[in-house]
């Protein structure tokens, strides 16, 4: 008998979606002749745990958003970790568009029991030890995402749908940029001092961002390195550019040209406040405590399935709606 492939979801997860497209995933897969252990979590934490406890299976699926997906891969062992794998039932699902996985349950038991194993670089947080798989960062986008996750009261998801979630992710952020104190961040290199005075730094592992934008084009999760955002300006309407640029790089492929804006391949990133004041960070979507921060990859750290090669994730579903 093959191994067990155990799914952790949130069944919470984009207004229930993610729980609902796990167990019709889990069904698919067991009408192929798997053994599906299928869990849905009920508390923070309860992912990791999961993930700590699935040496010996065929694979891990992870049923939710990039948050689900961060907290299973901060619980994997480090030695022994079946390859993971996503159900697209979240808000953002950043790692979902950057491996044009399908979102229907024929198509994902297909990349399972079809797709191909592929080395994925990790970044880890040198202090906390947390690790990630999309990006990290200080500057504006850790602002909203520290004050978008104290404002609302109800759990990640729970709200009417992925959709709305990140249109309510949108709105809060261009509320909050009128009143939002620009920082000064200084930034290291690989062990070289860049600058004191940066205003947002992205540190990438992917290119896709939440939503329709793209800040690193550049980005790769299989090079061993980081693509560094640098922005050096310093007033908010600069913020609103940059956010301008990301979407034109999602629709054409590529960043406009910018004089403050700068791009680094990094294999160590050092971020520290410049003059003492608390920067926020994330670490892929979710609040990541304060600067100061170190960030190295840990190239191919983690084994992903992903469509097999020329395989669409509409011609992965085919028909079907999941």
Known sequence: MPDPIRIVANPFSGGGRAGRLARRVADRLRRRGRVVDLHETRFAGDARRCAAEARGCAAIG???????????????????????????????????????????AEGVARVVAEGRSVAWDLGRE?????????????GYDAHVVHAFHAARRRPAGVASGSFWNMARYVLWGLKSILGYPIPRIAVALDGVALTRDAAWVHVANV?????????????????????????????????????WAALVARLFGRMPRMRDVTFHAARRVRLESADGRPVPVEVDGDPGGFLPAEFEILPGAVRILAPATGRTARSSCGASSG
């Not at 790769?220 to 940059?242: C, K, T």
């Open 62 to 104: 992870c049923g939710g958003g990039d948050g689900t997906v961060n907290e299973v891969v901060n619980g994997l062992p480090e030695t022994g970790a079946p390859p993971l794998f996503m159900i697209p039932g979240g808000t953002a699902n950043v790692l979902a568009k950057e491996l044009r996985l399908p979102r229907c």
């Open 126 to 138: 040198c202090g906390s030890g947390r690790r990630f798989l999309l990006f990290a960062g200080a």
């Open 207 to 243: 290119a896709s961002y939440g939503g329709p934008l793209v800040f690193t084009p550049r980005a790769r999760p299989d090079d061993g390195r980081f693509e560094v955002l640098v922005q050096h300006a310093r007033r908010h309407r600069d913020i609103l550019r940059l956010f």
